[in-house]
């Protein structure tokens, strides 16, 4: 006689329950880290900017809150991002954002995810070409 083979019922609703839980999880944090790289993506731009060299603190935070508008962040502020001389060489300026983000996620419990990132801006080298 041949036994049985297969998942029982309740395997299968724990299963799908695990997997739920695990989608749900993801479409609480996914939106916090897209946002994160969509700021990354504005101190790069910025750094790369030849302009942003000579660009007051005022001028660089007013183009990071147009930033922010234009992309519907509304977690950040201007606040968040710092502008200032670099250690090491001070013709080297860094832009730089620090944050945390808490999303709820069951119940009274919450995700924090803290995020920090910076970039330096200097003048651009000369290219030679040859």
Request: charged letters at 20%; proline letters at 2%; a positive charge.
């Amino acid at each position: 006689m041949r036994s049985q083979r297969g998942a029982t019922f309740i395997t299968w609703v724990a299963v799908a329950g695990i997997g739920i839980f695990m989608f749900l999880t993801g479409v609480k944090i996914l939106p916090m880290y897209l946002e994160f790289y969509t700021v990354q993506s504005l101190i790069n731009e910025i750094a790369r900017n030849p302009e942003s060299v000579n660009m007051s603190k005022q001028e660089i935070l007013s183009k990071v809150d147009d930033f922010l508008n234009v992309n519907g962040i509304n977690t950040l502020q201007k606040t968040d991002f710092s502008y200032e001389a670099a250690k090491a060489n001070s013709s080297t300026k860094v832009l730089g954002v620090k944050y945390e983000v808490k999303k709820p996620w069951v119940a009274n419990l919450q995700f924090l995810a803290t995020f920090q990132y910076s970039a330096e801006i200097r003048k651009a080298s000369a290219i030679w070409l040859s």
